[in-house]
């Protein structure tokens, strides 16, 4: 991996974090065009450079993030599955972070559920603040981000459901799956980097400096691109996202099938 590469990953993981089309997806599909995506490095920066667009939410609502302990036991109920099935599945989810193939059927799938999920879940009672969230609630919202797991699927996409599927409205879905991301992509890196160096790897001066990088482009895209989203959702709903990842589902699988094999371009 180079410099550019290491900008343009970041920037489409600045872009897309917050997002329900899938951040990993997308840098899986970058990736393997640029010819890195079987790199043991390229899936460390793919992932430690998600903390970076996360950290943006604590400095956009950092009044609103630190606010009470019940708070932080939720989000704490909330995590504890994708702990769960991290540790339970991470080898056969560093062997699906490979395969583009995966990405775009879980796009087409998701662009499929998001063009109905407003109409499913039309009627919420929880439209103020996250506190206003269940322990029971936060848990079924942890389930439904543990989907994530496989690329494609979109971690924020899949806990904005879950959460509206528990009666959240659309934007406190979308405030909650934010604060969700930050123990959530802390316990992620600290997984990966812990396995980096387990299974022997040393990062060296010049990929530590692309990380730092990666990290800092993409805070500050995810800075800038955060709002928008909220914004844009609270008045839109999902459907052009549902378009949006249907269309870009059937490109990837018609170049995979009749054009050039996406895992080895």
């Known amino acids: 991996m180079n410099t550019l590469q290491a900008i343009v990953l970041a920037i489409i993981e600045g872009i897309t974090e917050f997002l329900p089309v899938s951040s990993t997806g997308h840098m899986i599909i970058a990736s393997s065009y640029f010819g890195i ?11 430690v450079i998600q903390l970076g667009a996360i950290l943006s939410v604590v400095i956009l609502y950092f009044k609103r993030f630190f606010q009470s302990l019940d708070f932080y036991f939720k989000l704490l109920v909330a995590f504890i599955p994708a702990v ?20 775009a059927i879980s796009l087409l799938i998701g662009g499929i559920i998001l063009l109905k999920v407003d109409e499913w879940f039309n009627n919420p009672n929880v439209t103020e603040s996250s506190n206003e969230i ?14 994530a797991m496989i690329p494609g699927v ?22 909650f799956s934010f604060f969700l991301a930050v123990p959530t992509m802390l316990g992620a890196t600290a997984k990966k980097c812990y396995d980096y160096y387990k299974d022997g790897y040393v990062l060296t001066h010049d990929q530590i400096n692309l990380l730092v990088i990666g990290n800092v482009v993409a805070f500050i895209v995810a800075l800038l691109a955060i709002k928008s989203f909220i914004g844009f959702l609270t008045k839109n709903g999902f459907k052009v996202f549902g378009y949006y990842r249907i269309i870009a589902g059937l490109i990837l699988l018609a170049i995979h099938y009749f054009i050039h094999p996406l895992t080895v371009i």
């Open 37 to 47: 995506a079987h790199d043991d490095f390229t899936k460390l920066f793919t992932i």
């Open 84 to 103: 769960v099935f991290g540790l339970l599945f991470s080898k056969k989810i560093d062997a699906l972070l490979e395969n583009p193939v995966t990405v």
């Open 134 to 147: 269940s322990y029971l609630q936060a848990f079924k919202i942890g389930m439904f981000q543990c989907l």
């Open 154 to 175: 979109s971690r924020s996409g899949a806990s904005i459901v879950g959460g509206m599927s528990q009666k959240l409205s659309r934007t406190t879905a979308a405030e």
